[in-house]
């Protein structure tokens, strides 16, 4: 019986406020009967694959019934709204400008006038309800749903140290005229003197608002790389319809259809040039700052801006189906999902939570049967359960995937997914196929190498006069570099081209021949076989020519930064291995496998893994998409064909061997930020429990402690907006 087929669907899910929230909707989602679903807290998205007996609507109401909203999110060209960060900004505020003055009495015990502890506790009631309702609210959703997370913590904790306060105040001693409260930062056992906690309550509620705010604006401006590149596209376009201009929306714009771009508009689609000049600025798109020449015939891809004459373009592809669009699929697909790493702090998060509320039940017995005091036994158990909250073990990998993935786009370096990132760490060995990638594809004239006493600029003249009226492209290449030496270049009469072999024409009263041997044998010139192109006259071998695949002028330069980041270049082509070692030479790479089929391609990677390299590859055609997908990392030039991109993990949307070495670095650099956050967020979390837990923290400074700890990781993970590619 044949499975089902599966569907893809992105929801946008609402409501949650740490990782162990979006464990529980992940383990939600995957317990319906074929689904498989990937829950992101930083992007807030969950990528689902469904089978099609399960609706959208079934999704939507199995996250709904876990205490959370999902919906379909709107495009994300489209900036995020504003509202949830400004209701956090003003219960912030609100929360700062009334615990200021409770922490500042409780801190200064000669402050403390008659009946400060009421004036306290005026100003504390609203900071704990008010502001801390976001985190009430959701463990209090949770509670229906017999579970926890870190609002749990918080909740529990702030709850209970404003509870204790209101007890001690109206049942007990503390409301009484006179009465102090010392309180001290250092790190020290409490002797459980002071009975009231408002201080804690309001300045924990205050310090995990402003982290959660931090959190949620660094995640804002870690989202917007992403909008940035997708904002890049036009907004409406010149379509020429019926031999008229007309300005149209960029969604009524339709394949085949004709459009005008004028000088400093951006080009509205992928297309092909059918009128006109330019040179194509797509520094915004690529990261590349030259200019590329086009002319009728030539691709250009929308986004990328017209920086001369006027051009009328043909669109080839329109909405989804660009490549500005299919950057933007790429990254969501890549930030939506998890490393092995960030799947092992998920689960520790997910059961994390009902640990630390056993073991501050534990410690609160523990200090009470040694005798420390009710009120430093409460105070060591709320600092349990604030220091421990994970939410830096959920924001680590995330964070770090969504500014790394974004810069990335920025700069035309798309990876595909996080488990990518660990295969750029390992990789030793880069395979480099030639034409497309080392070389331009394109050839052109390499050596002159003229007999005895001839000229070399007269031999290249005459053989590019004859070669000018040839369309095979070995001609073309002689001809334009003849005439980009000498301008015009002198009238062919009498031409004639024999397949295979060469041509022949005269050229300033001289019949030249140019081509193999055979051919100049045949026309009476004694002629050894060569591997260049000969060129004869008068019954002489004049010389010989060159041509071959230019090699790109940024290659060598790549080559050599390939090596630095450790990794050893082999060329890997289907050419000769003349040809191979002369472009190997010139880049600078000492192995060389040469004469291979596709076939063979993949046969170089899997014998060069089981050697026990781990080999990375970079490509840009149908026969090098088997060896991409083979390869422990794959890397295909965006102007190279669908087959090698969706067979790589890496998309250099630059067509430049430099985007190679760039995109290592730049996977290498989010991967290490992203170890460094995990390292911290544990590091953290197992150094502070047992600190808490000997009742050596106030519970005031383990919230500021905690909050600090997700602010840091989501900082740490900014920088990674910084990351430049090294000058050409």
Not at 326 to 348: F, P, T, Y
Not at 639 to 652: P, S, Y
Not at 697 to 709: E, Q
Request: hydrophobic share 50%.
């Amino acid at each position: 019986m044949t499975p089902p087929a599966t569907r893809r669907i992105e929801l946008s899910i609402g409501g949650m406020t740490c990782a162990s929230c979006a464990m529980r909707i992940e383990k939600k989602l995957n317990r319906m009967d074929g689904v498989t679903a990937t829950v992101n807290y930083a992007t807030e998205r969950a990528n689902v694959e469904y089978p099609a007996t399960i609706t959208p609507g079934d999704l939507v109401a199995t996250v709904e019934r876990t205490g959370y909203t999902a919906t379909v999110p709107a495009p994300p060209s489209e900036p995020a709204p504003r509202d949830e960060l400004e209701t956090l900004r003003t219960r912030l505020w609100v929360s700062a400008v009334l615990s200021v003055p409770v922490i500042l009495l409780a801190m200064v015990p000669a402050w403390q006038f008659d009946y400060w502890q009421w004036a306290s506790l005026t100003l504390a009631a609203p900071v704990v309800v008010y502001g801390g309702w976001p985190f009430h609210r959701a463990a209090a959703v949770n509670l229906r749903h017999a579970a926890a997370t870190m609002d749990t913590l918080v909740s529990m904790g702030t709850l209970a140290a404003f509870g204790w306060s209101l007890w001690a105040l109206f049942l007990g001693t503390a409301g009484e005229p006179g009465m102090t409260h010392p309180f001290t930062f250092a790190v020290e056992r409490t002797d459980g003197s002071g009975d009231i906690y408002l201080e804690a309550a309001a300045g924990v509620t205050l310090f995990l608002l402003a982290g959660r705010y931090f959190e949620a604006r660094a995640k804002r401006r870690a989202g917007a790389a992403l909008r940035m590149v997708l904002e890049l596209g036009a907004k409406d376009v010149t379509v020429l319809r019926d031999g008229t201009e007309r300005r149209v929306p960029i969604a009524q714009l339709s394949v085949g259809d004709r459009f005008v771009v004028r000088p400093g508009e951006k080009i509205a689609t992928d297309g092909v040039v059918e009128e006109g000049s330019s040179a194509v600025d797509a520094s915004l798109l690529t990261g590349e700052s030259i200019p590329v020449e086009v002319a009728p015939g030539a691709a250009v891809t929308g986004a990328t801006v017209n920086a001369g004459g006027r051009l009328i373009v043909r669109a080839t592809r329109v909405g989804a189906d660009t490549q500005l669009a299919r950057i933007g699929e790429l990254v969501r697909q890549a930030q939506s999902g998890k490393a092995a790493v960030q799947r092992l702090a998920d689960r520790i998060s997910g059961v994390f939570v009902p640990i630390v509320v056993v073991l501050a039940v534990a410690t609160l017995g523990y200090h009470l049967a040694a005798g420390d005091g009710t009120t430093a036994a409460f105070t060591t158990a709320v600092a349990v359960l604030i220091i421990a909250c994970p939410c830096a073990l959920g924001l680590a990998t995330p964070t770090a995937l969504l500014v790394g993935t974004g810069r990335g786009a920025q700069l035309g370096v798309l990876i595909k997914g996080p488990e990518v990132l660990e295969s750029t760490r390992r990789a030793d060995t880069i395979l480099l196929d030639k034409t497309g990638t080392v070389t331009t594809g394109r050839l052109a004239l390499r050596t002159v190498t003229p007999r005895d006493g001839q000229d070399p600029d007269e031999l290249l003249r005459l053989a590019g006069a004859v070669e000018h009226a040839s369309e095979h492209p070995v001609g073309r290449a002689v001809a334009q570099a003849a005439e980009a030496r000498f301008g015009p270049l002198p009238p062919v009469a009498g031409f004639s081209g024999v397949p295979g072999l060469g041509v022949r024409g005269e050229v300033d009263g001289r019949k030249i021949i140019v081509g193999r041997a055979q051919l100049l044998r045949e026309n009476g010139i004694d002629a050894q076989d060569d591997d260049g192109i000969l060129v004869g006259w008068d019954g002489a071998v004049r010389g010989s020519l060159t041509v071959a695949d230019a090699v790109k002028p940024t290659s060598a330069s790549a080559v050599s930064r390939l090596s630095a980041l450790g990794l050893t270049p082999i060329l890997l082509t289907g050419d000769t291995p003349a040809v191979a070692r002369a472009v190997a030479d010139e880049v600078g790479i000492a192995e060389v496998i040469a004469g291979v089929l596709p076939e063979g391609k993949v046969d170089a990677v899997r014998r060069l893994q089981a050697q026990g390299r781990v080999v990375a590859m970079v490509g840009d055609g149908v026969n090098d998409a088997a060896a991409l997908a083979q390869a422990d990392l794959g890397l295909a030039m965006g102007t190279g064909t669908d087959a090698a991109i969706e067979a790589a993990d890496l998309t250099l949307v630059r067509p430049d061997l430099l985007a190679a070495a760039d995109a290592i670095r730049l996977a290498r650099a989010t991967l290490g930020t992203i170890r460094g956050n995990l390292f911290w967020a544990f590091a953290y979390n197992v150094a502070a429990l047992p600190v808490a837990a000997a009742g050596l923290l106030n519970p005031m400074i383990a919230g500021a402690a905690m909050a600090l700890s997700s602010v840091f990781v989501v900082t740490n993970s900014l920088r990674l907006r910084a990351f430049r590619p090294l000058p050409h």
